[in-house]
């Protein structure tokens, strides 16, 4: 079936980086792209990723490799405020304009 | 100001009242979606619309339906809702050349007793 995998949480400190991962099994593929919630919020858009590489946005980046069907979001300097939710999606090619989520990962940061 | 608007933002029913959540947006965008999101399940995409008049189903649209009658609007209509249908709904549009980059409405959060 058709399905994303993150972590469920991950903790980091102020300042510090942190990697989330996501893997992914789409029957197509037309990108990976990556939101922040936060907690009752509306998702906000962060980056997306079409070939292979790195795409930096200022703290964010994120990572996509197709041939090992995963990306990464990478948090740089992390604040107190990027505490919050983070989602994967994957948009399907071909017939079908689909588009699946992660289940989401917790980010807790700490002082 | 662009946004993605939804009305109601709260709303309270009851089993087999039929409902109408509406989704507006003043971007000009093709693609519009809903999605509903439960704890531990993430955003699964109930209904998806690439122009007026083309919708196409999502993940999860059984017990769902809508409409694209004009490119701003995209309703979503539980004919007989039921409790398990309780949920936090978003609307969201894009441009459907674009990144992937959707936005999103504020969230309307159902609860069907």
């Known amino acids: 079936g058709q399905s994303l995998e993150q972590p469920s949480e991950v903790t980091a400190v102020e300042g510090a980086i942190v990697q989330i991962n996501c893997t992914y099994q789409?029957?197509?593929?037309?990108?990976l792209s990556w939101y922040q919630q936060h907690d009752g919020g509306a998702p906000t858009f962060l980056s997306y990723?079409?070939?292979?590489g790195l795409e930096e946005t200022g703290r964010f980046s994120s990572f996509l490799s197709r041939s090992d069907s995963y990306g990464y979001l990478l948090l740089q300097e992390l604040q107190m405020k990027d505490s919050a939710s983070y989602f994967c999606?994957?948009?399907?090619?071909?017939?079908?304009?689909?588009?699946?989520f992660g289940t989401g990962t917790l980010l807790a940061v700490q002082p | 100001e662009a946004q993605v608007t939804q009305n109601p933002r709260y709303l309270i029913t009851v089993t087999g009242k039929k409902l109408t959540v509406t989704c507006s947006q003043n971007?000009?965008?093709?693609?519009m979606s809903w999605y509903r999101q439960d704890p531990g399940l993430g955003l699964r995409q109930i209904y998806y619309?690439?122009?007026?008049?083309?919708?196409d189903k999502g993940d999860v649209p059984e017990g769902y339906k809508v409409s694209r009658k004009e490119k701003r609007n995209f309703p979503l209509i539980l004919e007989s809702p039921s409790p398990n249908q309780t949920s936090l709904y978003f609307c969201?549009?894009?441009?459907?050349?674009?990144?992937?980059?959707?936005?999103f409405g504020p969230g309307t959060r159902l609860t069907v007793l």
């Open positions: 789409t029957s197509g593929f037309y990108g």
């Open positions: 971007m000009n965008h093709e693609y």
């Open positions: 990723n079409a070939l292979d």
């Open positions: 999606a994957v948009r399907y090619g071909g017939a079908t304009n689909k588009l699946i």
């Open positions: 969201a549009s894009m441009v459907e050349s674009s990144y992937n980059e959707q936005f």
């Open positions: 619309s690439m122009n007026v008049e083309v919708t």
